[in-house]
């Protein structure tokens, strides 16, 4: 698609609407003002690079996924430029894979990911600049995130809460965010293996007492790369969000 191109649809919602499940869409360079909704179906969407392609909105979220059912996303960058209180991508009960995007200026996390039947892989991403974390699976969501970097976000890098959430995180870096590189709370799980926390304003990882990393808290220096986080490798507490006054 490229709308300069009289034989391309404008916008990549358009090619949406008339794509059937098996059919790969093609984003050529450009900044399109717009905003995906996907159901029910998987997605194959191609973008040129996440430096050259992105899809904004000023109302909502510019990409919102639920339950899709398998494909592909990459090469795009996702960004919010409203007021309200929206993410730059959302993924309820949804299984497809998005590598080498970029998901920035969400007023929540920059991307959520929930529901008990979701089970996305990001691999690849910038996850950057939102105004809370940059990653947050809750609500029993259970994600595959590897080698994605989330950097400059206004609380956290990586975040999972409740009780079946489950986010295997391997190989991310976190680093340079305003609160600490990862948070795990109010029972969550999480596998954290690799990762480089680095330059996080407090602490590389905060855990609560009733959430469950593996391996166990203590093991986590071994496991992964800590560096120049002020406050130190981890902390457990009861208060993880005293900071922002929650």
Known sequence: MDPTHPKCFALPSEALKQAESTDQIFIRPGIYEDRLVITERPIYLIGAGRDQVTIFSRRSGPCYLQRVSGGHISGITFR??????????????????????????????????????????????????????????????????????????HHFGIAARDEHTRPDVINNICRDNMLSGLLLFSQAQALILDNTFQKNVQWGIVLTPDSEPTPKAEDLPQSNHFTDNPRGAYTITSEPLADIGR
């Open 80 to 153: 919010y430029v409203g007021s309200d209180q929206h993410s730059a991508l959302n993924i309820l009960d949804s299984t497809c894979t998005i590598t080498q995007c970029r998901a920035t200026e969400g007023l929540l996390s920059g991307i959520v990911i929930y529901g008990p039947d979701c089970r996305p892989t990001l691999h690849g991403n910038e996850i950057c600049h939102n105004r809370e974390s940059g990653i947050f699976s809750f609500a029993g969501a259970q994600p595959y995130l590897r080698e994605n970097e989330c950097f400059g976000n």
